[in-house]
């Protein structure tokens, strides 16, 4: 029996990081806290997978340290998270809490409590900053120079990480995973945001449109969640703590293009007019990351194409109208 | 008349400081903020400097922006930290909130109430970690490698100034400030508990004595407080924003014969036995700093030799005794 405990589980990589565990031959124990009631329906897993859920917010340290000494889960993926970069440049303070103090209560929790396991620290591709062209796709060994507050928070977690496995050697494993999209996302997210644009055009009939946007000619590199989450077990059993490990497609993909793939999809023409108000203070312009090392060392395989994850997010919202 | 705000105001440096305000021929308005009423009498110097103190807890974030509101400083000088190593293992989630977090409210709080200051960010040389003997002296561009919750901290805080720096234009200049001793310094410090401890040995009218210390071997390079607040001075009116000053004396000395130039000082011969207790994990072997970077862009120089420091801060624990 394999008992894994995941914060953040009201959230949406949760929700799939479940779905795969369903998916495993293993007996597996669930174990999931969160601030609030899970939005995903887990109880459909419930044939299968034990699923407890514990209602915390990881500032409550002593209530977090009782539920370590009581589960003493094998694995830790500690997926909860403030990751928007836009939310924390309007609450910088609040952004940094939740991402850098909770994640220091978790293993600070984890470490007093002498619990024994593995965890996995999500990052962020954020954490590059601006990078030049030619060191495109970034390695992990790339210099780091976080350009917003939520970048900061997520080096300081993983900072925090390292002093953690040298001191008491923790067996915590990184990651930097660059933008995660799929099924489920919130629509205060980017990419969800034009496919429920992008329907709205079509729902209210209409063969063409216009929607606002930010800078169309930044690039990012997108990778399915549901491959984001065979990575993040492949790295909670078998990644090698103390080390990072980008978690990405290695495809680089300007957001212009990302609103004619889903108007081709959806089968409506877009029009697009930038707002300024949606301009972040100092935004990267380009990241592409390399998955070499993940796929070297553990075998992972992106199994998605970005067309076809667009596609499963436009039925999945199509399906909740 | 220049308004000088103070954070961390009831502390050893704080009190150096003012004592610096006084020495200048400038009229000098200071505004101390702290969560505890200052140890130093602050009276003696109100006959030149006009001074108002404000008890709050910098987590208080709105009670920050009406003093900023109200007061609009010129220079505001970040001392409030929680600067001990060793209790940030100990304590690593309030030694990062008491360091990370409260400078983020204080420069969110600068920028939304648009006060025009200047900002020093005081960092500390834990920041480098380990560094190889060939590095020596650390300059400000060796490659940064905290190795503790407190040095985390640190990083964090010197991370979020660049980014506020960039984005939003913010006049915020950073230190990286090596171990600073001098009289009136905290007896829970090393240098201040070995000549406590010394002059106890002194005081109980023996000639000879042992005390028990950590691991004597590493290296500190220690600069005097009245030169650390000249530095600071310096930095705040003619430092660069974004840049990083390393403030050292450019000299390594071994804990031992910190030991042996305090018993020569005091007259008493001392033998030291070590307690394991007291061995950090994960502590930095050897730390001296460059003083190059300050000294030619603002022609500081340190004025205190480390037996005159020594000498100093006997004479002041004897005329507290």
């Not at 340290?65 to 003493?72: L, M, P």
């Not at 694995?75 to 939740?98: D, G, I, M, R």
Request: glycine share 6%; hydrophobic share 35%; with cysteine.
């Amino acid at each position: 029996m394999m008992k894994i405990l995941i914060t953040g589980f009201s959230g949406f990589v949760a929700s799939h990081f479940v779905e795969f565990l369903y998916g495993l031959e293993e007996d597996v124990e669930v174990y999931g806290l969160s601030r609030s009631t899970p939005v995903f329906n887990y109880s459909k897993f419930e044939d299968k997978l034990k699923i407890m859920f514990f209602q915390i917010d990881l500032m409550e340290y002593d209530k977090l340290k009782t539920i370590f000494s009581e589960i003493k889960p094998d694995y830790v993926l500690h997926l909860a998270a403030f990751s928007s970069v836009a939310y924390s440049w309007k609450h910088p303070s609040e952004s940094f809490t939740n991402n850098s103090n909770i994640f220091l209560n978790l293993i600070n929790a984890i470490r007093e409590t002498d619990t024994k396991c593995r965890i996995l620290s999500v990052g962020s591709s954020e954490e590059y900053g601006n990078v030049n062209h030619a060191d495109l796709p970034i390695r992990e060994n790339q210099e780091i120079k976080p350009l917003s507050p939520y970048a900061v928070a997520r080096v300081s977690q993983e900072l925090m990480s390292q002093v953690f496995v040298d001191a008491f050697g923790m067996q915590i494993i990184m990651t930097r995973s660059f933008n995660h999209i799929g099924p489920r996302q919130d629509e205060r997210f980017v990419i969800p945001s034009f496919v429920k644009r992008i329907l709205d055009i079509k729902y209210s009939g209409q063969t063409s449109g216009e929607i606002e946007t930010g800078d169309l000619s930044i690039i990012r590199d997108f990778v399915d969640v549901r491959d984001v989450v065979t990575a993040y077990y492949l790295l909670l059993t078998k990644g090698t703590p103390g080390e990072i490990y980008n978690i990405c497609s290695g495809r680089g993909i300007r957001l212009d293009e990302v609103v004619k793939t889903i108007a081709e999809e959806v089968g409506v023409s877009v029009t697009t007019r930038t707002n300024p108000e949606y301009i972040r203070p100092n935004d990267n312009k380009e990241i592409v990351g390399s998955p070499y090392k993940i796929e070297t060392e553990l075998g992972w395989r992106r199994t998605r194409k970005f067309r076809e994850t667009i596609h499963d997010m436009i039925i999945d919202q199509e399906s909740c109208r």
